[in-house]
């Protein structure tokens, strides 16, 4: 048993501590500065009740990104200090969003204990490395986002700190071995162990799907299969899933080793930044040099985004978060006794509302950030929800999951093909293409402007709000771009009434709908580390049968003009191109 002393250091505020709805997002050499973390770390701990910090149990890990692993000691002797009975540390510090929920909200210690929240070390999407970004962010007993009460407390914790509890002679725990390390400190015993990081996210998975079928498909000569982790933390659960438990070729796991700078790349699931997967799947610039894949996909930095793709085919996250609703009590067990409700972010195609309709399921529109979906799910009003920004979800945790999204579709894959596996397979593109058949088709198109100077992002919105005054001024621009453009009827600022906590969410996004159910979005994004993004999203929504094949590119052109000249993108942020199309 090994013993500790706690040290309270003094220290001053920094500026800018302000957690955002995925938490704290700086550059590597931000957070090495001295306190920085502490600091960040202490007020958060400041943040909960007493009950939540003393005698709980936390757990902290993370996608394995560059100063991770300090970040892992440094706040595991703050906890120490700070009165914790125990820490759960995923091996290796690894541990994906998705299956920290998880671990949350099911794992159970050998001594019964629970854990009542976690640190989660994550930037998701953006890239790793020394010079690039770090994050960090807390989550609560629900497996959910710390709600905005939480992390407007930490935020103020931040701007008056003065000192915060280490144990600074506390050693480094190995993070590399399984197992519990003894610790004795004023307060009495504290733990931490160091536990398989698949083990039970493997476990719930196996509990919702019908592994044996997807077994089936995997196995098949007809089907071929393909999955890129990008370097990211999903590489930590890609091989026991996929391959030891339903049977894939090993060859089929492309980046699948987690690195901490993602193998130098950027780990965003999307068709710019999952190039090798993307050319793979036959839809590059260049014709593959090996049989295209039947099915493919692809997941972020810490595996709660999901890209899916068929042969040649790609399905925006918004036609795919409906197909999942709309197959989901048919294909996989989970659901079987009915969906409960669904939901989408507001910037996300209206394909699942048309679905929802067509169930009569309950349906709800919130603003971007997973807190809102768990606001309705822990109400039990909802089952299944996503995001075009490529998250998708369901109740079964309080993140969203891409590796959940990867098996929902092979599980609709293994039913729709349970008869014929013999014969000709329905693929991912006939499954889509049924469904636009069904439902009509959303072509969807998003840009982003990443790391545009912030002063003329906020010009360029108060711009586009300053026209919704004048809708005729409106359409006579829009007019002026496109004489194929529908007309504006309304315009507004997204503004959301939490029907569980009647809370409001204003300011959410800028809103343009046409007569005809077209609709143009314009955001300002919170997930980058420096500058700001600009996130214009264009819809068009087709239900004539004799329309709906057309190139999406093609498709929207007139409504994309129409968005440019209508927000002089160009003349406020001097980019005549998107950095990123999706």
């Given at each position: 048993m090994v013993l500790f002393n706690v040290s309270r250091i003094q220290t001053t505020p920094f500026d800018g501590q302000k957690p955002?709805?995925?938490?704290?997002?700086?550059?590597?050499?931000?957070?090495v500065q001295p306190h920085y973390l502490e600091n960040f770390v202490q007020a958060s701990f400041n943040a909960l009740t007493e009950e939540k910090v003393r005698g709980a149990t936390l757990v902290v890990s993370g996608d394995g990104r560059y100063y991770s692993e300090q970040a892992i000691q440094i706040i595991t002797k703050m906890a120490a200090a700070n009165g914790v009975r125990r820490i759960w540390i995923g091996q290796n510090g690894l541990l994906s969003t998705p299956a920290v929920s998880a671990v949350i909200r099911e794992r159970v210690g050998v001594d019964g204990s629970k854990a009542t929240g976690a640190f989660i070390l994550t930037a998701s999407h953006n890239p790793g490395g020394p010079n690039e970004d770090f994050g960090i962010k807390y989550n609560m007993e629900n497996g959910g986002p710390a709600p905005e009460g939480i992390t407007n407390k930490i935020y103020e914790n931040t701007t008056t700190i003065k000192e915060y509890l280490i144990a600074p002679d506390l050693p480094n725990v190995d993070i590399t071995t399984v197992g519990v390390t003894n610790f004795t400190g004023p307060e009495g015993p504290f733990d931490v162990e160091v536990f398989d990081s698949a083990s039970d996210y493997i476990k719930l998975m196996k509990s919702?799907?019908?592994?044996e079928s997807i077994r089936k498909l995997l196995t098949s000569p007809k089907f071929s299969f393909c999955y890129d982790a990008l370097h990211g933390v999903a590489g930590a659960y890609a091989k026991s899933i996929f391959v030891d438990e339903l049977g894939a070729q090993e060859s089929s796991l492309i980046n699948c080793v987690p690195k901490e700078d993602f193998g130098g790349g950027h780990p965003d699931p999307n068709l710019t930044y999952a190039k090798e997967l993307v050319a793979r799947m036959g839809l590059g610039k260049s014709e593959p040099e090996g049989e295209v894949p039947e099915f493919g996909a692809a997941a972020d930095g810490d595996a709660d985004r999901n890209m899916v793709l068929g042969k040649r085919f790609f399905v925006t996250p918004s036609d795919s978060v409906a197909i999942i609703a709309a197959n989901a009590v048919e294909a996989i067990p989970y659901f079987s006794a009915g969906l409960k409700g669904v939901a989408r972010s507001m910037p996300t195609s209206a394909a699942l509302d048309v679905v929802a309709k067509h169930l009569n399921l309950k349906f709800f529109e919130v603003p971007t950030g997973w807190k809102f979906f768990g606001n309705l799910m822990d109400a039990g009003l909802c089952s299944v929800c996503g995001e075009e920004s490529f998250?998708?979800?369901?109740?079964?945790?309080?993140?969203?999951?891409?590796?959940?999204?990867?098996l929902a579709w092979l599980s609709i894959l293994a039913y729709k093909n349970k008869d014929n596996l013999e014969s000709k397979l329905v693929t991912v593109e006939d499954i889509v293409r049924q469904h636009w058949a069904t439902y009509g088709r959303h072509y969807y198109t998003r840009y982003d402007y990443e790391n545009v100077d912030a002063g003329a992002a906020k010009e360029l919105m108060a711009h586009l709000v300053k026209l919704q005054s004048s809708l005729s001024e409106v359409n006579e621009i829009i007019k002026g771009a496109s004489s194929d453009v529908s007309k504006v009827v309304h315009g507004d600022e997204f503004e959301y009434n939490d029907p569980v906590d009647g809370s409001i969410s204003s300011h959410q996004g800028i809103r343009y709908l046409f007569e005809d159910g077209s609709r143009l979005i314009f955001r300002l994004s919170g997930t980058g580390s420096e500058g700001a993004t600009i996130r214009l999203y264009i819809e068009q929504y087709e239900k004539d049968p004799s329309k709906i094949g057309r190139l999406s590119h093609e498709a929207l052109a007139p409504l994309v003009d129409a968005a440019l000249k209508l927000s002089k993108m160009e003349a406020f942020t001097g980019r005549s191109a998107p950095t990123v199309i999706t």
């Open positions: 955002g709805t995925s938490g704290l997002r700086k550059k590597v050499k931000v957070f919702i799907f019908d592994f998250g998708t979800g369901s109740d079964h945790i309080r993140e969203k999951d891409g590796i959940w999204a990867v």
